[in-house]
């Protein structure tokens, strides 16, 4: 999404990312490999600077229940008490559809969210469902995951959510997830 693959680290394991990591986008271009968190930098914050929250992975972290439930009240929290959060983007393995943690997540944001909040399920790895991905076929999904997507939409009360599919590795739906970060620097 940032065209820099050092932004965050990946692993080949599901479930890696244990902690909420914030990234600022947008603001003070050129130094971006300068600041550190922590870090007091002089100067104004960029007009269309904002934060990219990376969320643990809730159905694939191999934690205690204990510390998936504290991840679990922050993410309320912060999702139901953030002035400035414009976006909330939901990521779900295409090849599988959404799991009970999915549709419990779903049924949350459906409940705390406030109205200005817009809700977006990314359906990611959606490259994986083509043979031999290419320019002209990026990717799909099958139907039966795009129908369990739209039921699970259903069920918690969140239809009006906008589906995205994409791929780190063809670019698939790379712009249309932009249109929805820039909502996040008009503030």
């Keep these: ?3 820099r693959k050092s932004l965050a680290f990946t692993s080949k394991r599901p479930g890696k990312t244990q902690q909420f ?3 600022a986008i947008n603001d003070k271009p050129g130094k971006e ?3 550190r968190y922590g870090d007091v930098v002089e100067g104004e914050v ?4 904002f934060y990219l929250v990376d969320v643990p992975g809730f159905g694939f972290a191999k934690v205690p229940d204990a510390l998936r439930t504290q991840w679990s009240i922050f993410l309320s929290e912060y999702a139901a008490n953030r002035k400035t959060l414009r976006v909330v983007f939901h990521l779900i393995d295409a090849r599988h559809g959404p799991t009970d943690e999915d ?4 049924k949350q944001m459906g409940e705390i969210l406030p109205k200005a909040v817009k809700y977006v399920i990314v359906l990611t790895k959606s490259d994986k469902n083509v043979k031999g991905p290419s320019a002209k076929n990026t990717g799909k999904v099958s139907e039966v995951v795009m129908n369990g997507v739209n039921e699970a939409l259903k069920e918690n009360k969140v239809t009006n959510a906008p589906v995205i599919l994409t791929s780190a590795e063809t670019k698939l739906g790379r712009d249309e997830l932009w249109k ?4 996040a620097a008009e503030l």
């Design 1 to 3: 999404m940032t065209n």
């Design 21 to 23: 990591n914030f990234f």
């Design 33 to 35: 490999k300068e600041v």
């Design 46 to 49: 960029d007009e269309d600077s």
């Design 103 to 106: 549709k419990n997540i779903m």
């Design 180 to 183: 929805y970060m820039r909502l």
